[in-house]
């Protein structure tokens, strides 16, 4: 096994995740604010969704898969067709509604195909290229793909906790 193996396995499990709760999350929990906190399940799904896409077609020079599936016009007005979720205010976060919990899925599985597509086209050597030079030490495209799978993750596994919670919560 080697690098881009690990990377593609580390891309795979935000989708692996979902699909261990996802059969269990009634469609009226997607957008409800446990807490009064903005970010909702859906809003989580559709972010981990977003960044990773919009992050990996960046490094792959590519179109997004979000403009190139024509997602915003399947998501429709409730989901912002710009943008991916990073800096958004709570009016924002609250704002997309998602009622459809299979084409949050759908979209998340497109955007793994995506990205497990463009490691399988890397080779090792192309993991230590820096790809941003404004921090330091400077980002290679491997640190990268790690921190992009890694939030993806965690935004799911945010999801995750919040689908086990009792209603009314």
Not at 30 to 48: E, Q, T, Y
Not at 49 to 63: F, K, P, Y
Not at 67 to 85: C, I, L, N, S, Y
């Amino acid at each position: 096994m080697d690098a881009t193996d690990i990377l593609t396995d580390l891309a795979r499990r935000p989708l692996d995740q979902l699909d261990l709760f996802w059969g269990e999350v009634h469609p009226t929990r997607l957008n409800a604010h446990p807490g009064g906190h903005p970010n909702s399940i859906a809003w989580l799904v559709w972010h981990a969704g977003r960044e990773t896409d919009a992050q990996v077609a960046a490094l792959a020079g590519v179109e997004e898969t979000w403009t190139a599936g024509d997602w915003p016009g399947r998501f429709g007005p409730t989901v912002p067709a710009e943008g991916h979720g990073f800096g958004h205010s709570s009016a924002e976060a609250r704002a997309v509604v998602v009622t459809d919990k299979g084409l949050l899925r759908d979209y998340l599985a497109a955007v793994t195909g995506a990205a497990t597509g463009y490691l399988g086209r890397l080779r090792s050597d192309d993991l230590g290229v820096v790809v941003d030079e404004g921090w330091h030490p400077p980002v290679t495209r491997g640190a990268r793909l790690v921190s992009i799978f890694a939030d993806a993750l965690q935004h799911v596994g945010q999801a995750a906790y919040v689908a086990g919670m009792p209603d009314g919560d």
